[in-house]
């Protein structure tokens, strides 16, 4: 059951772990999340499913780096390194759990950024 906990309950973990292969910088971690939480935004609510998330960020993450933008997004709904694709999670989660784990996600970089 543990493995599966982030479907029920949103996660806690370091920014640092946003991080994919911990070489990405927070600021660049704060830019990916906060444009595809723009993108997320823009999807009807009854449109939201893992092929208009993925339609609606696949294009900027191919641009800037996969792994830098589907890392941090995926970490950000599940907390963890192994967990389905972050478009399957965001069907189950829907958008407004969704965007709140990535809002969260933000938070914890501004912290992080603050103290550093």
Known sequence: VDEVRYYFDAPTYEASALSFKGETP??????????????????????????TVKASVWDYASEVGRGAVLWPMRYALSGKE???????????????????????ALTRIEEASSRS
């Open 26 to 51: 927070l600021n660049d971690i704060r830019e990916h999340l906060t444009t595809v939480c723009d993108a997320l935004q823009n999807i009807a609510d009854d449109q939201f499913g893992a092929e």
């Open 82 to 104: 192994k967990s389905p694709d972050p478009f399957s999670l965001s069907q189950v989660l829907g958008k407004a759990e969704t965007l709140s784990r990535l809002k969260t």
